[in-house]
């Protein structure tokens, strides 16, 4: 889909692998010894950045592939007999208390990750052993190389909290740029990434660039420090991410950019995610399960304070959507229904973090951009949601952007307002007489906020816009569950033909705005 088909993959092994640790020292538990490390560097961020700059004025250095004939033999089921001695986790036999732990290579991990611990201002290179995993003595990976390399890391949850931290991770790198969460509810979803380049952008192949180098550490008192050099054949970059675990994951992240290539569609700051049916369309049968997806909308707090809901689709063809904004205050991919018999399965959809994106700092001008891909399947990302600055992105161009990243069950700040909850679709027309042709019916549901204090006998008022099509049968009514606040806005669509149709809403009272703006995306079938 719009990544590496292999992410889905790795959601699955990793769930049945052991967790890894954080760090803090170089030392692993006694009893097996310790990690084995290179001769120490001096390191900072300043250094890092500089060599960023250096390196895109000299040719692209691809990452390492180590003995490939043998990677490529490491297949999904002889990768997923790999996992880590949690013995040897980084950190885990000091002071530290979030152990790291490491990702085997394999076929669908050929790219090897230079990791290094970092303490006092110097970085010693993590050595690669096959002493640090637990493999079947005939499995092939103990043929690879000395100092093969590590595909990627996970930080384990503390020494000293609740949960064992040999069984439990909550970061985890492995693939590309991307990089994952639980957030609050403990369950890992969509992804982030270091930057997205054309995705989907007529004429051109999207780029996928790595984070080539990782150094880890030192440890704060609720998390850990990483630095990462990221370079593509069009990009390099540097990655300072402070990861803090708390309530959720709260990651704040700097990181300088500069350009060898050219892009039209220029990401920041993405979000990837799925997203195959919810309650709003759902073809007849596909599945037994009432919905799928690990993100059911893109939230927008624009820099005027506007609030937007779009819900997501899973549409015919692939389309983009730009939301125009200057210095937005937020954005992010939220997963707003928690009720788990809307999913009924053991994967835990209902528990699937939301990302918020917070800037810092002004961005500029630029716009929101959703991309949806067709999916007829959960195992494929089909959702982008990015920045993208309206600075060309050229040859020879540098951006510096800083942000946090919020992995909870929410936003962090919620809207006062009332929020949608539902978007529900149907024929149009009324009960017991013959349903036209090109009419469809929808059900916008909205909750919370000024809507559970209207007096008794007041509606709200629809207030709608579309780009084409008319308007008929609108009106308002309480959802009639006994939940205070609980309203939905009913109406009807007529349009002709088969584009796309931009659609807005909220709900007033008078001259207040009760809600936030719910658009929607038509894509009439």
Known sequence: ??????????????AATSALGAVKTSEASPAKGKLEFG??????????KETARRRIGEPYRPPTQPDPDI???????AWGKISYDTDYALFAGGAGRFPIEFFHLGMFFKKSVRVYAV????AREVLYSPKYFNMPEDSIARKLSPGAGFAGFRIQEPTDGPLDWRKNDWVAFLGASYFRAIGELRQYGLSARGVALDTWVAGKSEEFPDFTNVYIGPETEDGLLLHLLLEGPSIVGAFRILGKRGKGVVMD?????????AFT????????????????KKPTAVDWRPEVHDSDGLSMWTGRGERLWRPLNNPARVTASAFGDENPKGFGLMQRDRNFDHYLDGVFYDRRPSVWIEPKGDWGKGAVQLVEIPTDDEIHDNIVAMWVPEKPAVPGSSFEFSYRLHWLADEPDPTPLARCVAT???????????????VRKFMVEFLGGPLEKLPFGVKPEPVLWSSRGTFSYIFTEAVFDGV???WRAQFDLTVEGSDPVEMRLFLKSGDVVLSENWLYQYHPF
């Open 71 to 77: 990677t490529g033999k490491i297949d999904y089921e």
């Open 253 to 261: 992240v700097d990181c300088s950019l500069h350009l060898r290539g």
């Open 39 to 48: 001769a120490p560097e001096p390191f900072s961020f300043e250094a890092l």
């Open 265 to 280: 569609r220029f990401g920041i700051a993405p979000l990837t995610s799925m997203f195959w049916f919810s309650e709003t």
């Open 424 to 438: 529900r679709l149907g024929n149009g027309g009324q009960p017991g007489r013959p349903r036209p042709k090109g």
């Open 484 to 486: 205070p606040g609980h």
């Open 119 to 122: 303490e006092a201002g110097a």
């Open 1 to 14: 889909m719009i990544e590496k088909p292999d992410r889905r993959s790795f959601l699955k092994v990793a």
